[in-house]
């Protein structure tokens, strides 16, 4: 009954995906940034869908049942934070330069080895990212159905791929309305139900008021803090968030969708680390076994209460999959191999093409990663520690601070990726987990250090960003100003 009615919420999903494909047109402006049409509704939904996937709920409630409500709202508050942020600064003059892909922005600003070298960082990290939506699908299918942990991440990923390869960011757009209202209600109706049925009750230490969650490291504030500021700033580099930007009818509506998909994101996180910590408190749940959202659907939970909620579970994942997806596929080709937009009657847009093509890949490696690393949240969370070390100075100083160079960007993400790969190596714990994705053990770091190499790797990126930036001169290619830029690239036709 349970998968029954779940699989009827994933076949709404692909079929509306799939109606939508006809609006493309074959032209990948289309494709990419639907047209550059999206009103208020479609934007924020999309975005809002971006934000809640599976890690800011099934990643969210495994944290805060273990760790208290800072370590798993985070995911979501971090979110929330990213997308407040994006409204006041960013969504404007990013909407307003006409861009298809985050690569291009490191393409006019910077240089052509800063496009390729930023383009290669955003794809590794939205690979994580895929990843780690992919998780939550295979234990779902686990865990109710018997299947294989693997068959799981290879069905979630193959249905996904069915309605993004033919439908791009339309399809993504038009199915996010179904995936928020499902999500949204499941949200409230969870929440409703575990409050009149056990009250919210809180174990002692792990509420959003004990705070020693946030000043003691003993209680995980290192951790806690270091998944605020990668979501809430790393995050800011994220090329779904900024497509849905870039599809935008005008820089207005962008800037307010970011807003409402602020709100929305972190009223959903707060309830379900809220439900989790009920879990916890009343039932004596832990997710040491299996995913606590999942024990307790199948064994305190309605049958239809569990329908409805799992059916959220999957919307939100799918959603997030399809624009990391899409998003990636369209990086790798049009900025690390150059492929441009094309529109000639009687010919094939090269950029539409060869998009659809990368997506195959894309979700090759995303489905070894979530083989690999079974971890929900987590991954999530290393995905923008990475942008934050790498990126995220050349993006905002170099969108906000004309002295920024070139050889400045690439100093900086170099000497972040390098600081947070060994940081990576040589600490046994993943945000709060044992590090089963590239752990080399050692006696110079211990657990301790988890967290704060997230903020020491980000301040080695973003000091030697800025040395080097004061140390040389832009090139006269380079774009000092695009914060008031007003103009598209290559033509975009109404679809």
Same mark, same amino acid.
């Given at each position: 009954?349970?998968?029954?009615? #779940? ?6 999903? /692909? ?12 032209? *990948? ?53 990213? $997308? ?33 070298? &930023? ?28 299947? *294989? ?12 791929? &069915? ?12 199915? &996010? ?28 230490? $792990?509420?959003? @008021? ?37 599809? &935008? ?46 024990? /307790? ?21 799918? *959603? ?5 997806? /899409? ?45 690999? #690393? ?25 969108? @906000? ?15 972040? !990726? ?14 709060? #987990?044992?590090?089963? !994705? ?5 006696? !110079?770091?211990?657990?301790? @250090? ?20 004061? $140390? ?24």
């Amino acid at each position: 009954m349970i998968i029954t009615g #779940v699989a009827l919420t994933v076949f709404i999903v /692909l079929a509306v995906g799939i109606a939508v494909a006809r609006k493309v047109d074959g032209d *990948s402006a289309n494709y990419l940034v639907a047209g550059r049409q999206l009103g208020v509704p479609l934007v924020a939904v999309a975005l809002t869908t971006a934000a809640v996937d599976s890690n800011a709920t099934v990643g969210n409630t495994d944290l805060s049942s273990a760790y208290g409500f800072w370590a798993g709202a985070s995911l979501a508050l971090g979110l929330a934070i990213c $997308l407040l942020l994006a409204g006041l600064f960013l969504a404007k003059p990013m909407n307003r330069m006409g861009l298809f892909t985050l690569g291009d922005f490191f393409a006019r600003r910077y240089n052509r080895p800063v496009e390729v070298t &930023a383009s290669v960082l955003m794809i590794f990290a939205f690979t994580i990212l895929l990843a780690g939506n992919l998780v939550a699908m295979g234990f779902l299918v686990e865990y109710f159905t018997g299947m *294989s942990y693997t068959i799981g991440v290879v069905l979630a990923v193959c249905l996904v791929l &069915a309605y993004t390869i033919g439908g791009g960011l339309f399809s993504d757009a038009y199915t &996010a309305v179904i995936q928020a209202v499902i999500t949204g209600v499941a949200t409230i109706v969870l929440f409703a139900w575990v409050a009149n049925e056990y009250g919210i009750s809180i174990p002692d230490g $792990l509420g959003p @008021f004990d705070f020693g969650q946030l000043t003691e490291s003993s209680q995980g504030a290192p951790v806690n803090w270091a998944t605020l500021i990668s979501l809430g700033i790393g995050d800011l580099v994220a090329i779904d968030f900024m497509q849905r930007i870039f599809a &935008a009818r005008t820089p207005q509506v962008a800037q307010r969708s970011c807003f409402i998909g602020a709100g929305a994101t972190a009223v959903v996180g707060v309830l379900w680390s809220l439900v989790a910590l009920t879990g916890v408190s009343a039932l004596g749940l832990s997710a040491e076994e299996a995913p606590i959202i999942y024990q /307790l659907l199948d064994d305190h939970a309605p049958i239809i209460m569990a329908v409805l909620v799992l059916s959220g579970i999957v919307a939100a994942s799918f *959603s997030t999959a399809s624009g990391a997806i /899409l998003a990636t596929a369209a990086v790798a080709v049009r900025n690390v191999f150059g492929v441009r937009r094309e529109v000639t009657p009687g010919h094939h847009d090269p950029l539409l093409r060869w998009t659809r093509v990368a997506m195959l890949p894309v979700v090759v490696l995303g489905v070894f990663l979530a083989l690999r #690393v079974s971890q929900t949240g987590i991954l999530l969370t290393l995905a923008f520690d990475l942008m934050l070390a790498c990126l995220i100075a050349p993006f905002l100083l170099g969108l @906000f601070w004309s002295r920024s160079t070139s050889i400045a960007a690439l100093v900086g993400a170099g000497v972040g !990726l390098v600081v947070r790969l060994v940081f990576l190596a040589l600490t046994p714990t993943l945000y709060g #987990v044992p590090n089963d !994705l590239h752990y080399v053990e050692n006696s !110079l770091v211990g657990a301790g @250090f988890d967290g704060w190499a997230t903020m020491v790797a980000a301040v080695a990126g973003v000091g030697s960003f800025v040395v080097t930036a004061l $140390l040389t001169t832009s090139d006269h290619t380079e774009e000092l100003d695009l914060r008031h830029t007003d103009r598209t690239a290559e033509p975009v036709s109404a679809a």
